[in-house]
């Protein structure tokens, strides 16, 4: 059946069966386009034969440079996804034995690796490094003869809407698998992907893209632009988006690769004003403690203009400049401060010493008049350092090493820039006089929160006449999807005094959230709380696609509710403990809490941010067959110096009772603390 339709600027597609065709033409009306179009295809079936023969040629070319990789043993599953369950996909790039491929294929820590060669030869293989920035991996194979090695495109020859071919060999099968689509962009993943419309998967991850001669364009591989794991992208498998490594890049590489070096991403240590790092100029915010931009005295406002002599105007940029970088490089960067230009060069590191937030140990008043500058305090926790400096409820807090703290927002602001054990002067008033103390900071606390908290905030005053957003139980339909939210909002909430979130991820099924809302009814109704319980997008569970769904539910609570980050916490138990871990770290800037029973993460931990600190309620089960990977979880996070607090369940119990949740409502109600 032959098909067409209009399309732009004088395009016109004609589709017969399978294939496609786009044909330039003047569009002189619709009909004489499709007569144009028509004609186009009087070669019929020849064009789709021979366009058939160049790609099946193309795939024959570089075939023998592709190979089935096997593992054996390690983990079967990270997050909710399958990884290293089946045989996955290398290339070839050097006749000596080389074998790069895709870190996702090694991410469970296989004990042995087979590499089966184009004829059907298994040959044992060694890892030799890792590019940790790029996402892969290097094997090497032994052999009496040099094998195949491709024929790589340079960059200056890659042309968006030119012919690729996704290969790879993952199935037992003679020949490789292929999907075919074009180069869709140049440039992805702050410069270090290629991107592709052809179908890309797991089975052919570590495999080439290739163009219609057979020359590697780049290595397959999961990317994403806004997470940096081995599995970050995967869930785009198959969608229509899939990334390759550029040749180019691999070219440049691959000599350091063979040697045994391990290439890191070069990390500078910054954190930028704006979220928002396409439109927003690079201005910092703040630096990591012992970072590269630390030692070289960067500090909140400066505004950087160039790297290695290049003018930058939005963060964007700045960030795609250091992603070319690896640990160990140097750059020369150029700042602006008060109308001073400031040049410094700054070698990159490998690793950030784990940010511990400095704390004073206290908690803020709420809904305070912002005309009224300082930071009156709550609640001083038992021992604290404001404790020891003697501070105390009802005081003032007015300044910190003689920084105005004008309101609670400016107070964490100063405190981010510090460290524990730091001792700094902190003014206060108290009643009608005011001293200075000396503090030395300390860290978030760990402990319980205590049974009982005073009021966070003075009586609300009288509700005015003006239209109330809705309060109490109700079902809210999420934008842009077809899923609803069970929500409960205090019928006592007033504008004035910024409410937390708890966004609850249920388990998997069909969950009573009408009953989960009535649990958290009067807990929500005594801390301020507001509770968003959505459904997930698919009946197994929840998948990491989904936190745009949630990002959603947040944004629409945002603009109809005062919410306070400072107390946004993603929740989950037993089977949604590992999704909430997904979440709450891909929705670390506008949440600053993780709470659930037996969360677990696999594989390296991001760190934490100092412009977004994550805190962590867990709650462990001597019951789940999860206690190895819970206790190796709770052990990186201690490392990375996330401030966690953990509570045992009642034996055999593997979720959390009404006790259970009455304490994490007294912990998301601290989590504003300073």
Request: proline share 7%; with cysteine; aromatic share 6%.
């Amino acid at each position: 059946m032959l098909a067409v339709g209009p399309g732009d600027r004088g395009l016109v597609v004609v589709r017969y069966g399978r294939l496609a065709r786009t044909v330039v033409c003047p569009v002189v009306g619709f009909l004489a386009s499709v007569t144009v179009a028509v004609v186009a295809w009087a070669a019929g079936d020849e064009w789709g034969e021979k366009e058939q023969q160049a790609f099946l040629a193309a795939v024959e070319r570089v075939a023998p440079c592709v190979v089935r990789i096997e593992t054996v043993g390690g983990l079967e599953r990270s997050q909710r996804m399958v990884v290293g369950s089946g045989p996955t996909t290398g290339l070839i790039v050097d006749p000596e034995g080389y074998v790069l491929s895709s870190a996702f294929n090694f991410f469970n820590k296989p004990t042995s690796i087979l590499v089966r060669l184009s004829d059907g030869t298994r040959r044992p293989a060694q890892v030799v490094a890792n590019d940790y920035s790029r996402m892969l991996v290097l094997l090497k194979i032994e052999s009496a003869e040099p094998l195949p090695a491709p024929q790589f495109v340079e960059a200056r020859e890659l042309r968006v809407g030119q012919w690729t071919i996704a290969v790879g060999r993952a199935f037992d099968s003679p020949r490789p698998s292929i999907s075919v689509g074009i180069l869709s962009a140049v440039g992805r993943v702050w410069g270090k992907a290629i991107q592709t419309d052809a179908q890309v998967s797991p089975n052919n991850y570590g495999g080439p893209l290739i163009d219609i001669q057979g020359r590697v364009l780049g290595l397959l591989v999961p990317l994403s632009p806004q997470a940096e794991s081995a599995v970050s992208g995967v869930e785009w498998y198959d969608s229509g988006i899939g990334f390759a490594v550029p040749a180019e890049q691999i070219q440049k590489i691959l000599p350091r690769l063979k040697s045994g070096e391990d290439l890191r991403p070069g990390l500078l240590g910054i954190s930028f004003r704006s979220r928002n790092l396409h439109t927003e100029a690079p201005v910092i915010k703040g630096t990591y403690p012992k970072s590269p931009a630390r030692l070289a005295g960067f500090k909140d406002g400066d505004r950087i203009v160039e790297i290695d002599g290049s003018k930058v105007q939005r963060a964007a940029q700045v960030k795609q400049a250091l992603t070319r970088h690896y640990a160990g490089e140097s750059l020369r960067l150029t700042i602006r401060r008060q109308g001073q230009t400031i040049e410094r060069v700054l070698t990159l590191a490998s690793e950030l010493s784990p940010y511990e937030r400095p704390a004073l140990g206290l908690l803020p008043m709420r809904g305070d008049d912002e005309d009224v500058p300082g930071v009156r305090v709550r609640y001083v926790e038992p021992e604290g350092p404001a404790a020891r400096a003697g501070i105390q409820a009802g005081d003032v807090l007015l300044s910190i090493d003689d920084q105005v703290a004008s309101d609670v927002d400016k107070l964490r602001d100063l405190l981010t820039e510090m460290e524990p054990e730091q001792q700094v002067k902190i003014r206060i008033r108290r009643r009608e006089s005011e001293q200075v103390v000396n503090v030395v900071l300390g860290s978030i606390s760990r402990a319980a929160p205590p049974a009982e908290l005073p009021p966070a905030h003075d009586a609300v005053p009288a509700q005015s006449g003006q239209a109330r957003p809705q309060v109490g139980m109700f079902l809210k339909r999420i934008a842009g999807a077809d899923k609803e939210a069970q929500v409960y909002v205090p019928e006592a909430y007033h504008e004035s005094v910024a409410h937390g979130v708890v966004l609850w991820l249920h388990e998997p099924g069909s969950p009573d959230l009408e009953k989960l809302a009535a649990r958290w009814k009067p807990l929500c109704d005594r801390h301020d709380l507001i509770l968003l319980a959505p459904s997930a997008s698919h009946a197994a569970g929840w998948r990491p696609g989904d936190q745009d769904l949630l990002r959603d539910l947040l944004g629409q609570a945002a603009s109809v509710y005062e919410i306070d980050p400072a107390r946004v916490v993603v929740v989950g138990q037993a089977s949604s403990g590992a999704a909430a871990c997904d979440m709450a770290f891909s929705l670390r800037d506008a949440g600053r809490g993780l709470a659930g029973v037996d969360l677990h993460w696999l594989g390296e931990l991001p760190a934490n941010d100092p412009l977004h600190p994550l805190a962590i309620f867990l709650s462990r089960s001597d019951a789940t067959r999860l206690r190895p990977l819970v206790e190796r979880t709770l052990q990186q996070w201690r490392q990375q110096k996330y401030p966690v607090t953990v509570r045992r369940l009642a034996a055999g119990a593997l979720a959390l009772d009404d006790v259970g949740l009455a304490e994490l409502s007294r912990w998301i109600d601290m989590l504003d603390r300073i």
